[in-house]
DNA sequence: CCTACCGATCGGTAGG
DNA sequence: CCTACCGATCGGTAGG
């Protein structure tokens, strides 16, 4: 009677009965990406993804309080997973090329690797998300823009590029994030390759 | 009580009742496409879209068949428009980088254009179009991305372009396409500076 | 093209 | 987290 808490098989990683809760909300959250990447946020219901884990249909409710919230979760922790690979790259001490490049491999990983779900959604459904939910979204993604920008500067500075402007930016990180819409994997080309080949086209003076 | 047509104001255009319905018709797509761009396809609902026109609710089935199909009339006359632009640009003698120039400025203006809303709305919901509707506009789609690849052939053999290959062009396309994603008319930057823009980064030895 | 309507689906909730 | 459910919406149709 006195502690409700901790029935059930324990978790091995944590103590405290609130890891399972937290081991289920990330659980749904895995899965509504790869469903929300699949067939869209509207293409997706709530049964969905309570069948994809094994809870019934109002169960989601108990992690999330709309079906909103769990889309603003999967662009969340997609961007902060980006975060930390972007921001390890540019912590090392790579030369402009060498840094962009691995700049670029690592976003055609993120969006069109195996099991890289989430960015593709961000990518994907974007406006589906309110305004409100779209803030918080919007200062992480500053982040990742900047340290793209800061790059882009760098180059400029070493005679690769021509302008460092935010427009060279968004094109060049369109020409990489439009490859979600046509790429598919096994279709003779990598990921390595493809890197290459935008390196190429980007940058004055390269192989 | 022997000709039930031809009654109501008559069109001035063109003789026959008929050429009402196909005014409605092309009033259905033109103000779908707004919409669709707007709030997306599944954002749209028939009665968005009876309202918008001034007709109930039921009625827009009267002239589709399913909210489908409107979609791929849409993207359909967006596709023909486009092909037409671009075939004259291609039929016209310009050099290879001119004419490069023009395709650019050619897709920005559609997909960035005042009242150009049926390419954004095939590149924001390709893929709320089923499979049997995909296939009719594919065909089109492929004419298109002809008509690039065969102008980034001509440059590379011009020496402006290391490469021809497909990826080269989905790159390219991709960079132009993504730019619905961010360009703000009256931000600042026109079409005519995003095309020098956009040209200046792929082609070597250009201003 | 309107009237009147249906069947299904869906996000979400109360109460335990 | 389940049970049981609701209110609203939505694409689509029959019949004129």
């Not at 509504?32 to 069948?51: K, M, P, Y």
């Not at 884990?53 to 989601?60: A, D, N, T």
């Not at 020409?175 to 279709?187: C, F, H, L, R, S």
Request: no cysteine.
């Amino acid at each position: 009677m006195s502690a409700p808490e901790q029935v059930k098989p324990a978790p091995a990683d944590a103590p405290g009965g609130e890891s399972d809760a937290r081991n289920r909300r990330a659980e749904l959250v895995r899965v509504s990406a790869r469903l929300f990447r699949e067939r869209g946020f509207d293409g997706t219901t709530i049964r969905d993804i309570a069948d994809a884990v094994g809870m019934r249909s109002g169960s989601p409710f108990y992690h999330f309080k709309s079906k909103q919230d769990i889309l603003a979760a999967v662009m969340e922790e997609g961007l902060n997973a980006s975060l930390v690979a972007t921001e390890a790259i540019v912590a090392g001490a790579l030369a402009p090329r060498e840094k962009f490049r691995a700049l670029l491999r690592a976003q055609l990983e993120t969006v069109l690797g195996e099991g890289h779900d989430f960015i593709p959604v961000l990518l994907y459904d974007w406006r589906a998300l309110g305004p409100a939910l779209q803030e918080r979204i919007i200062a992480l993604k500053d982040r990742y823009d900047q340290i793209w920008q800061q790059t882009i500067t760098e180059l400029r500075d070493a005679g690769m590029l021509r302008t460092d402007s935010k427009v060279a930016r968004l094109l060049i990180m369109g020409a990489v994030n439009y490859t979600v819409q046509w790429y598919k994997p096994g279709g003779g080309v990598t990921l390595d390759e493809l890197a290459d080949e935008a390196l190429a086209m980007f940058l004055h003076g390269s192989a």
